[in-house]
């Protein structure tokens, strides 16, 4: 009994051992592709210069490839993070705001340790995104209220906190505008914290928020006798 059961075993283990080894070698000729998604990275620039809009999807679909048992190692021991945009600086005969158009290789994938030994990134979607540049500037800015409902502002007293802000952006947007405004502020006499509305091309505004708010003249005549 002893020898008949010995026997079996090595005879489980021997199969065991051949069933590793053919899908070992099947691994090593089998062509294997993983998908990821990865957000991206806005580029980063000298304090001079400001990313005013680029292509940016919420993610970029990379399709990586490869071949070996290394692919399963790659996907248990590295992980890609994100798409970094390598942005070259502009110089001053630059014609600003401008554009540039990246495509996108494997040197643009951020991994969160090692690259993969295995696996390399044959696929990009989108394959380019566009970045716009320009000079960063800082300006103060008077603040006005967004009335809320259909009473005009004119008719109401308005309360604000702080009535300039510091807004730092792009030239060409910053250049562009006479005030900020508020988020909507209903009338009566409840002031509260509201945030300053930050337009596209600006990246801070300095407070973000203020205490407004929109009350009723005191009526001087309330009825004629």
């Given amino acids: 009994m002893w020898a008949k059961g010995k026997t079996y075993i090595w005879q489980w283990?021997?199969?065991?051992v051949i069933s590793v080894a053919l899908w070992i070698i099947s691994m090593s000729d089998k062509q294997f592709e993983i998908n990821e998604k990865l957000s991206v990275l806005s580029p980063a620039l000298s304090d001079d210069f400001i990313v005013i809009?680029?292509?940016?999807?919420?993610s970029v679909s990379v399709t990586f490839a490869g071949k070996g048992i290394g692919v399963l190692r790659d996907q248990i021991l590295r992980k890609p993070e994100m798409l970094h945009l390598n942005v070259p600086l502009p110089n001053q005969e630059e014609t600003f705001p401008y554009s540039r158009s990246l495509e996108l290789t494997e040197n643009n994938v951020q991994f969160s340790g090692d690259r993969y030994s295995s696996l390399s990134a044959i696929s990009f979607s989108p394959p380019v995104i566009t970045v716009t540049i320009d000079h960063r500037i800082t300006r103060d800015l008077p603040v006005r209220i967004s009335a809320a409902g259909s009473v005009p502002e004119r008719y109401l007293w308005p309360f604000l906190s702080n009535t300039i802000v510091q807004v730092t952006g792009a030239r060409s947007i910053v250049n562009q505008l006479d005030s900020c405004y508020t988020g909507q502020v209903g009338s009566?006499?409840?002031?509260?914290e509201t945030v300053i509305e930050k337009p596209d091309g600006i990246n801070n505004i300095n407070p973000s928020s203020v205490i407004a708010g929109l009350i009723y003249p005191v009526p001087l005549i309330e009825r004629m006798q």
């Avoid at 283990?13 to 065991?16: F, G, I, T």
């Fill in 53 to 58: 809009g680029y292509e940016r999807q919420d």
């Fill in 13 to 16: 283990v021997l199969a065991v």
């Fill in 188 to 192: 009566g006499s409840q002031r509260a």
